[in-house]
């Protein structure tokens, strides 16, 4: 397309740009002072649990539970991703009361989400409901709530395409695989030694004994 295309010059689409990433940059500063203490308690229900971590969602937070899933793994703790719909249709199977459930939804309306939730509370697992509505169906139904701080609508075009948010939980969960690695000592040279291929895996064997690094 060329540059006027809907007469739209690209000095215009720089600014456009900018104003997406200076909304995103304001969202993701406003997690700090106001989220560590949820990520502390999720780090050590996950150092507790006597089995895995299982993290689901659905759409864009579903996405976001598969990647905190691969997060913790590569972080020392074990996870697995279940996407809620396949759930319903029988894998919650895999989830017994041992496990530690992690499920994402910004505004807590999804009726798949609560049903899950509902029905694993009855099979007396315990889920964790990361979500921007704390009051919300799918908090109510869930064992604790790690509330975030809500997304300004802006920050989210539309209040309906998950952008800012997904990254707001995006770096929700990095701060717990962080936290929760350094709680269990595990360190970068078990990261490379479980993570044998690709650039992670052709790194020089040098000392990686140390722990992840802590907050002064």
């Not at 200076?22 to 502390?40: D, H, K, N, P, Y």
Request: proline fraction near 6%; include cysteine; hydrophobic fraction near 45%.
């Amino acid at each position: 397309m060329s540059s006027d295309d809907h007469g739209l010059e690209d000095e215009g689409l720089a600014d456009l740009a900018g104003e997406v990433l200076s909304r995103e940059s304001a969202a993701l500063a406003a997690l700090v002072g106001s989220v560590e203490s949820s990520v502390i308690t999720v780090a050590r229900q996950m150092l507790g649990v006597a089995g895995k971590v299982v993290t689901t969602g659905s759409g864009t937070s579903g996405i976001m539970a598969e990647r905190l899933a691969h997060l913790l793994s590569v972080c020392g703790t074990p996870a697995m991703y279940l996407p809620s719909m396949d759930a319903l249709h029988g894998g919650m199977g895999a989830i017994t009361p041992s496990d530690l459930v992690v499920a994402i939804s910004k505004t807590g309306q999804s009726q798949e989400l609560t049903t899950l939730v509902d029905r694993l509370e009855r099979r007396g697992v315990h889920v964790v409901a990361v979500t921007e509505s704390p009051d919300s169906p799918f908090a109510s139904a869930a064992s604790s709530v790690a509330a975030l701080p809500p997304t300004p609508a802006d920050a989210d075009p539309g209040d309906m395409i998950a952008m800012a948010s997904t990254l707001a939980v995006g770096a929700w969960s990095d701060a717990v695989a962080v936290v929760t690695m350094s709680l269990r000592g595990h360190t970068l040279g078990d990261v490379v030694d479980g993570h044998p291929a690709g650039g992670v895996g052709r790194r020089v064997p040098g000392d990686h004994s140390a722990p992840v690094v802590r907050g002064a």
